[in-house]
């Protein structure tokens, strides 16, 4: 059986200096090495995504966990998606504050919340009813944040996500995001948003996308990926599809 896990640090790496880059590709490196260990135990792909999300939460030069950009108050919000491609269960959350790993928290939303999306305040409370780890705003605000790039209003970040199959032929996507630099409080962006910024489902392909959400939203990109994947296109072709349909 095929195991194969691809991570990905956001659309807007371009945008970072050298050792910036190397910095997020030696994540994304740490991140895919931690969630083939889980594969090739026969681990499932939720818990291989998962895992490799949180790592990538913790790079600091990616727009995820610590290191999201702040919004226009100066203050964090993120969004996170997690999905399971056997069953198509999901959790998603947005415009969270003060937690480390957002996509966790989106997969204990699948697993113990009895919903599948709990936004802002609701958001809190949950994390708090389940005694989620919370963190400091100064915790995920990195002082030198991109401090080498000029930084334009509504720039792209850095979202991170990942997506796996594992040796029982099941696959998973995972997303997570501070969204874009800047943004207005309240703001969500594609990430979250099931179809948009990730999907799953076993019989067609597990997608995570990154660019600007406002763009992204509209096409619903990755379910978009996925049905292009269900008419035999492989995943390259299908995306190409995509573009050329815009
Ligand atoms: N898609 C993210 C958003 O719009 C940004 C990104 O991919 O970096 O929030």
Redesign the pocket.
């Known amino acids: 059986m095929t195991l194969a896990i691809i991570v990905h640090g956001?659309?807007?790496g371009w945008n970072q200096s050298t050792a910036r880059k190397q910095e997020a590709i030696a994540a994304c490196a740490q991140a895919a090495e931690a969630g083939q260990a889980i594969l090739r135990q026969g681990g499932s792909a939720v818990d291989a995504v998962e895992a490799a999300v949180n790592i990538l939460e913790d790079c600091p030069v990616l727009?995820a966990g610590r290191g999201s950009y702040p919004n226009a108050e100066g203050n964090v919000e993120m969004?996170a998606l997690i999905m399971d491609g056997r069953d198509l269960n999901l959790g998603a959350i947005a415009a969270i504050q003060r937690v480390r790993h957002p996509i966790s928290l989106a997969r204990r939303v699948m697993l113990e919340s009895g919903h599948s999306f709990l936004v802002g305040a609701g958001a809190d409370a949950f994390a708090d009813d389940i005694g989620f780890e919370r963190c400091s705003v100064e915790e995920l605000l990195i002082d030198d944040l991109h401090i080498d790039e000029m930084i334009p209003t509504s720039a792209?970040?850095?979202?991170v996500g990942a997506v796996a199959l594992d040796i029982h032929g099941n696959v998973a996507a995972a997303t997570s995001?501070g969204?874009?630099a800047n943004k207005r409080a309240g703001r969500v962006?594609?990430?979250p948003l099931v179809g948009s910024?990730a999907y799953a489902d076993n019989w067609t392909a597990a997608v995570s996308?990154?660019?600007?959400?406002?763009a992204?939203m509209r096409i619903v990109i990755s379910k978009r990926v996925c049905d292009f994947v269900g008419t035999g296109l492989s995943a390259r072709s299908g995306f190409t599809s995509v573009r050329s349909n815009l």
């Open positions: 956001g659309a807007g727009d969004d792209i970040g850095d979202t995001t969204g874009t962006g594609d990430s910024g996308a990154t660019g600007y959400g406002e992204l």
